[in-house]
């Protein structure tokens, strides 16, 4: 049998395994899940007579060399710095591999490594990075074959909750790390391209400059700068491109109630708060606000922020327990972003049958014979519920699409790279198809820059 190993059995590996299993008998497969919680192993493996379930400590040399021999193909669905280790055993062992996160630059520098042991050492394959460059490049080049002229693309991606379990008032509940979202745009301003010219977005402005998008069936939503838009800008050949901007979605009025926290310094994660273990959580909020006698800390904040107090903002901040005394933050030697993401898993985590929802959004502005058109694509996938995410299906489903295409010398692009081949792009996105994971594209009239800032 044809022997996948696994490693790693977190939120999104569920649908992956799903997906191997139900493939196991037709393409002789024997799937490998190894975990450093047993548990978590056992969980996803099941009863599948081709599935076996062990004890992986990435850390731990000879069992991860192991496990890394015996296998055909490693999928490592690991957190992205624990990727190099494997990557570097299955250089060593020759074995190809698979991963869904962004390409380090110590995974790139084994390139040149990668290529002369004939290696596919295949990045970038998940949901944002992974379904957004492949259904990019698919419109894109289906442009260029046709004579055209790429002038405009702005890509956004958002993981948000279902309609049917949104029920808060910030329209948002965690279904990815909770600490990408706390951090987010923080490092360097955010950088993009419009009408010709570079602009800069500062991280303590990100969240007041947003964008407007509307799609069929789900209505608005507005999406923020993410922090570097031009790091595809040669790789997908747009380097003559007018407007290139690439964002993360959210629901409408998200942006303006977290740059609440932005101001007060809550997403700090760069130094941390004494006696953090034994503050309150109306503790750790009056920390950011000056001193008074006579003012409480919610007429403090109030002021600090001109928040009236029948602004729907000031219901959001309270719908959090901002200024309960009594819960207990209870992490020693914390930064205040690690604070704020405790308070926030509280509020904002999943309940076992809610649903969340992937949005994707794609907007190309091209020239034909002489015309500027422009063609709107949208995606939006539904999960199940907390365990068979959206997330999960959107991660996994590619991932795992693409291990089994490498194992039937489908692909065959040697090297660390991205799904930005058509090699790649064609059948995965076909198969996506039959999981209700489709593109709806629409042709509009051109609107380059849309002083308005609605998209749609």
């Keep these: 049998m044809r022997k996948i190993l696994v490693i790693g059995a977190g939120k999104s590996t569920a649908v992956l395994i799903k997906y191997f299993q139900v493939k196991s008998i037709s393409e002789n497969l024997h799937i490998t899940?190894?975990?450093?919680?047993?548990?978590?192993?056992?969980?996803?493996?099941?009863?599948?007579?081709?599935?076996?379930?062990?004890?992986?400590?990435?850390?731990?040399?000879?069992?991860?060399?192991?496990a890394i021999q015996k296998s055909d193909i490693v999928v490592s669905m690991l957190p992205a710095r624990f990727h190099i280790e494997v990557a570097r055993d299955c250089l060593q062992f020759g074995k190809c591999m698979v991963t869904a996160s962004y390409v380090s630059p110590e995974m790139h520098e084994l390139d040149k490594q990668v290529r002369k042991k004939g290696l596919i050492f295949m990045n970038e394959?998940?949901?944002?990075?992974?379904?957004?460059?492949?259904?990019?490049?698919?419109?894109?080049?289906?442009?260029?074959?046709?004579?055209?002229?790429?002038?405009?693309?702005?890509?956004?991606?958002?993981?948000?909750?279902?309609?049917?379990?949104?029920?808060?008032l910030w329209n948002y509940k965690f279904t990815w790390n909770p600490r990408n979202v706390v951090v987010a745009g923080q490092g360097s301003a955010a950088e993009f391209i419009q009408e010709g010219t570079h602009?800069?977005?500062?991280?303590?402005?990100?969240?007041?400059?947003?964008?407007?998008?509307?799609?069929?069936?789900?209505?608005?939503?507005?999406?923020?700068?993410?922090?570097?838009?031009?790091?595809?800008?040669?790789?997908?050949?747009?380097?003559?491109?007018?407007?290139?901007?690439?964002?993360?979605?959210?629901?409408?009025?998200?942006?303006?109630?977290?740059?609440?926290?932005?101001?007060?310094?809550?997403?700090?994660?760069?130094y941390t708060l004494v006696n953090s273990e034994q503050m309150s959580y109306r503790d750790f909020t009056n920390s950011f606000l000056a001193y008074s006698p006579t003012d409480s800390v919610e007429l403090k904040l109030r002021h600090y922020l001109k928040i009236d107090q029948d602004d729907i903002m000031w219901d959001k901040l309270l719908e959090l327990d901002l200024f309960n005394p009594n819960k207990k933050v209870g992490i020693p030697n914390a930064t205040p972003?690690?604070?704020?993401?405790?308070?926030?898993?509280?509020?904002?985590?999943?309940?076992?049958?809610?649903?969340?929802?992937?949005?994707?959004?794609?907007?190309?502005?091209?020239?034909?014979?002489?015309?500027r058109k422009q063609i709107d694509s949208t995606m939006v996938s539904v999960g199940k519920d907390r365990s068979y995410t959206a997330m999960a299906r959107t991660v996994g489903l590619p991932v795992a699409m693409a291990?089994?295409?490498?194992?039937?010398?489908?692909?065959?692009?040697?090297?660390?790279?991205?799904?930005?081949?058509?090699?790649?792009?064609?059948?995965?996105?076909?198969?996506?198809?039959?999981?209700?994971?489709?593109?709806?594209?629409?042709?509009?009239e051109y609107l380059g820059y849309n002083p308005d800032g609605v998209k749609g």
């Design 33 to 66: 899940i190894g975990d450093i919680s047993i548990e978590n192993s056992k969980k996803l493996a099941g009863d599948h007579p081709n599935t076996e379930a062990k004890v992986l400590d990435v850390f731990d040399k000879a069992s991860r060399e192991e």
């Design 125 to 168: 394959i998940g949901v944002d990075p992974g379904i957004d460059h492949m259904s990019a490049m698919q419109v894109i080049d289906r442009i260029r074959n046709q004579g055209g002229k790429i002038i405009l693309f702005e890509s956004f991606t958002g993981g948000l909750v279902a309609p049917e379990s949104d029920n808060n």
């Design 199 to 270: 602009k800069y977005i500062p991280y303590h402005k990100l969240f007041r400059r947003t964008e407007f998008l509307e799609v069929d069936g789900y209505g608005r939503f507005e999406a923020y700068a993410n922090r570097n838009s031009l790091k595809y800008q040669s790789i997908y050949g747009l380097d003559d491109i007018l407007t290139l901007y690439r964002g993360t979605i959210r629901r409408v009025g998200f942006s303006r109630a977290w740059n609440t926290f932005v101001q007060l310094g809550m997403t700090a994660d760069d």
């Design 337 to 371: 972003a690690q604070i704020l993401q405790k308070i926030l898993m509280d509020n904002w985590t999943l309940d076992e049958n809610d649903k969340d929802m992937i949005v994707m959004y794609h907007k190309f502005g091209y020239e034909l014979a002489g015309e």
């Design 403 to 444: 291990t089994l295409h490498i194992l039937n010398k489908k692909i065959t692009t040697i090297g660390v790279q991205i799904p930005i081949h058509e090699e790649i792009y064609e059948p995965i996105l076909k198969e996506l198809e039959e999981y209700g994971i489709v593109f709806n594209e629409k042709e509009c």
